[in-house]
């Protein structure tokens, strides 16, 4: 991969500048993603739940085991993956639709690939870990992308990944109450698109990455207590404060996470 220039950079950032009045968008129009560029690193903003499936998906990935080892993130988004990656020794490559996000991504370490997660343009089995976090449930064919993510695969890699089960609790719980609560952009999710979770074991299976699953949600009392802490910014009180930890749950009808090895 070669450099980004910063020319890249400003011509990235000034191809979709956020407008001064919030356009009504259908549900999951990527061009919510330019309209929210702000949002990305505020940490206590519209996409503060993704900053804590980044820390809770990074767990999952260990620390690089050969020099050069490469990390292919799908959906990458503004890079929120990247500084919880730091250490592990991993070249990051992020790919995203929206280039207003990936510029930031590449402030932030990652190098930008602009395309599309069900056509990847990048070698078949370039990469040690695949990551794919809370992607899948914004891909009209997820399908397609997770074939893409498993052939990015090497012999041995990792892919990691998070998403939305398709169930009536999740279209409950990610829609109609969480685009309610200041963690989830309203309108951001299309719930036709989510993910049920055995055709997604069996998809990766598919393509010889045996994938295991497990829930996760934030843990409650935190969750409880930044709402109180962001209700009192809103009022003139900085937020501040331990964000939400995610923790495992017996049950991924709701929210789950995925990993699995792609066979050699």
């Known amino acids: 991969m070669l450099p980004v220039s910063r020319a890249t950079l400003e011509s990235m950032r000034d191809v979709a500048p956020v407008p001064t009045r919030p356009r009504v968008l259908p549900r999951n129009d990527p061009r919510q993603y330019d309209d929210l560029a702000d949002e990305w690193w505020q940490p206590d903003g519209v996409f503060a739940m993704l900053h804590w499936l980044a820390e809770a998906r990074a767990a999952l990935v260990p620390p690089a085991e050969r020099p050069g080892a490469l990390l292919v993130d799908l959906g990458c988004g503004a890079g929120l993956l990247a500084p919880h990656l730091a250490g592990k020794g991993y070249r990051h490559v992020g790919v995203d639709l929206t280039r207003s996000a990936l510029a930031q991504a590449a402030e932030h370490g990652v190098t930008p690939v602009n395309g599309d997660a069900t056509a990847v343009p990048l070698a078949d089995g370039c990469a040690d870990v695949v990551a794919a976090g809370e992607m899948l449930e914004h891909v009209p064919d997820w399908r397609r992308a997770a074939a893409e993510a498993c052939r990015l695969l090497r012999p041995g890699g990792l892919l990691v990944l998070d998403t939305l089960n398709d169930t009536a609790l999740s279209r ?57 802490r962001r209700a009192r910014g809103a009022a003139g009180t900085a937020p501040g404060g331990r964000a939400p930890r995610m923790v495992p749950t017996r049950s991924t009808a709701v929210l789950y996470q995925g990993w699995g090895v792609r066979k050699g």
């Open 172 to 228: 409950l719980v990610a829609v109609h109450i969480g685009e309610r609560l200041p963690t989830v952009p309203r309108g951001i999710h299309d719930p036709r698109l989510f993910v049920d979770a055995r055709a997604l074991v069996t998809e990766c299976a598919r393509h010889g990455v045996t994938l295991q699953l497990r829930g996760v949600r934030p843990q409650l009392g935190g969750l409880l207590g930044w709402l109180l």
